[in-house]
């Protein structure tokens, strides 16, 4: 038995020298000779997963490294490995659990709090930037953790904290392309135009042939309002590659927003292979996607994506395709369920937050937002509707009579806070402060809109400037009965957020502050929204020119409630 053992440490040994040397075949053989003699050599199952993983050979390597942990459940090297091995088969969930496993045998592993980082980063979980922080202080000069931890930090808004660690992960490695792309994009986030602007061109004057930075370098300048020069670098960027899913989905705003429809959604489809994190509920089927064709009697699906107020703005095409269906079967988000089912009755409304099993049987179907495409193709293709949602009447009367009992004089609306810090709630949110002229007009009642709980914001700013704003929590917790407030109001007045699109949808008046740059529903002059024909739109001259704005609200609102 010794002599067993022996010849299996020394073709063992023979086989990590062979690896040393970079030869792999050789390497395997000795390995698997070790492991022939002694099945249960544990550190011989781990060393032959790690070769079979640089090999590619992932199914093996994955059986090596779970033979390992029959052996020693509590193997650090095993469990390191197996986490590391179905990363590279994109099994993250899997992957997370034995990082998890590893870092409790040994807490002080950088490499596993690294790899339980990169594991979460790939699942969309806030974590992972805790692990490469972790990694950072183990080691500080860890280039990945740093690139990673940017990574993260840019995922969840938290644009300096990336900024800072995308700077350290340049100092690390200057060369690294994809550090400098990062670096300048964290600058661009956290509003540092100028700064990005000279890092883009930098990178384009030294890969001119790549295109992602022409896309960075477009993108900054789109945000400072221009259009010909941001046109002409994404076209650039796709005479590179026509088919990079990035350049045809970031063009496609800038499109939109000014009005070339037909060309926007048909780089709008884009969406899904160039952002991972647009929220959409992936869906597949073996029914065939409907591209627009005429639908003949045929059962349509439409699956939801996207936020709140997008799936209130696709709604908008919704009216004439279940006129056009045999029948039509809507997902939306549950807060959306009741309203949906009152305003499309002819529809079958299901309320859907994750792919779900399938409950109805369907001949087509097509994400909510890929519908535009084929029926709002130009100016022309925008109804002047007069509303596609409909309110609960009788909760309607019931806000009115509560309205009604503030007295006489204007009852608006307020909602003063859009987005998350990723989709761009900087530049889309004020504070009460800021909006104190519009809040001193009198004949006003001012009523929240705003979602979320805000009761310790409204009271500080009633109690320092002795301003009213009613605010009635169970209108914004029950979606339904927020469409009723707004309905019942005599015009909400609004930062770009959802609300908007409810408002619009259901054909209320509606005046939006704009950012210089809002969202395509807005276009890009005018007071007008081709979405919505009852909103009016205030814009910023220029970036970040609140004061204008709120003066011209506060004006137009006098005026308005002196005519009542």
């Known amino acids: 038995m010794h002599s067993v053992r022996s010849r299996a440490e020394q073709h063992y040994a023979l086989g990590r020298t062979h690896k040393a040397r970079n030869e792999l075949p050789e390497a395997e053989h000795a390995y698997r000779e070790a492991l022939r003699l002694q099945p249960e050599y544990l550190d011989a199952w781990v060393s032959l997963g790690i070769l079979l993983r640089s090999l590619e050979r992932l199914a093996e390597a994955e059986e090596c490294q779970r033979r390992a942990l029959q052996l020693d459940p509590r193997s650090f090297l095993a469990l390191l490995n197996l986490g590391t ?54 080691e500080p000069n860890h280039f990945e ?56 061109e930098r990178l384009i004057r030294g890969h001119p042939k790549w295109p992602t930075p022409l896309v960075g370098l477009a993108s900054v300048l789109a945000e400072l309002g221009q259009y010909s020069e941001p046109r002409a670098l994404f076209e650039r960027a796709l005479a590179l590659d026509p088919d990079d899913a990035q350049v045809r989905m970031y063009y496609s705003l800038l499109l939109l927003r000014h009005g070339d429809f037909a060309r926007g959604w048909d780089f709008y489809e884009s969406r899904s292979a160039a952002l991972l994190r647009i929220h959409a509920i992936e869906r597949d089927f073996a029914e065939p996607r409907w591209n627009g064709e005429p639908l003949g009697g045929r059962t349509l699906l439409i699956t939801r994506e996207q936020g709140f107020g997008d799936e209130l703005l696709f709604a908008s095409v ?130 929240s809109v705003q979602y979320g709980r805000h009761d310790a914001e409204i009271a500080g700013f009633s109690a320092s400037h002795g301003i009213s704003i009613q605010h009635w929590q169970e209108a914004i917790d029950d979606y339904d009965e927020t469409a009723a407030l707004v309905s019942a109001l005599d015009l909400v007045v609004s930062v770009c957020t959802a609300v908007v699109n409810l408002g619009g949808a259901l054909s209320r008046p509606v005046w939006v502050m704009a950012p210089l740059v809002p969202d395509a529903r807005y276009g890009c002059q005018g007071p007008k929204s081709i979405w919505y024909p009852s909103l009016r739109v205030f814009r910023q001259p220029e970036l970040d020119a609140w004061e204008p704005v709120i003066a011209d609200v506060a004006s137009a609102l006098s005026e308005v409630a002196s005519s009542r």
């Open 85 to 138: 091995v179905l990363t590279s088969r994109s099994r993250f969930a899997e992957a997370a659990g034995f990082f998890r496993r590893a870092l409790e045998i040994n807490p002080l592993s950088a490499k596993a709090h690294c790899n339980l980082g990169t594991a979460l980063l790939r699942l969309n979980d806030a974590q992972a930037a805790y692990h490469f922080t972790e990694t950072l202080k183990l």
């Open 145 to 200: 953790a740093a690139l990673n931890l940017g990574k993260s930090c840019l995922e969840t808004g938290q644009f300096e904290r990336a900024t800072e660690a995308l700077a350290l992960a340049h100092r690390l490695e200057p060369g690294s392309l994809e550090t400098q792309f990062l670096l300048a994009t964290a600058h661009f986030r956290a509003g540092r135009f100028e700064i990005a602007r000279a890092q883009f």
């Open 318 to 447: 919704l009216p004439e395709v279940v006129r056009e269906a045999g029948h039509t079967i809507v997902e939306c988000d549950r807060r959306l369920l009741t309203l949906f089912q009152r305003s499309f009755p002819q529809a079958t409304v299901l309320a859907v937050e994750g792919p779900g099993e399938r409950r109805e049987r369907f001949d087509c179907w097509i994400p909510a937002g890929s519908l535009p495409r084929f029926r709002r193709r130009g100016p022309e293709d925008f109804p002047q509707h007069q509303g596609y949602l409909c309110a609960d009447p009788a909760r309607v009367a019931w806000w009115k009579t509560r309205l009604d009992a503030l007295g006489p004089g204007l009852k608006v609306g307020l909602s003063w806070r859009g987005g998350t810090a990723v989709t761009r709630a900087s530049v889309r949110s004020l504070t009460l402060d800021q909006l104190a002229p519009v809040l001193t007009t009198s004949g006003v009642h001012f009523v």
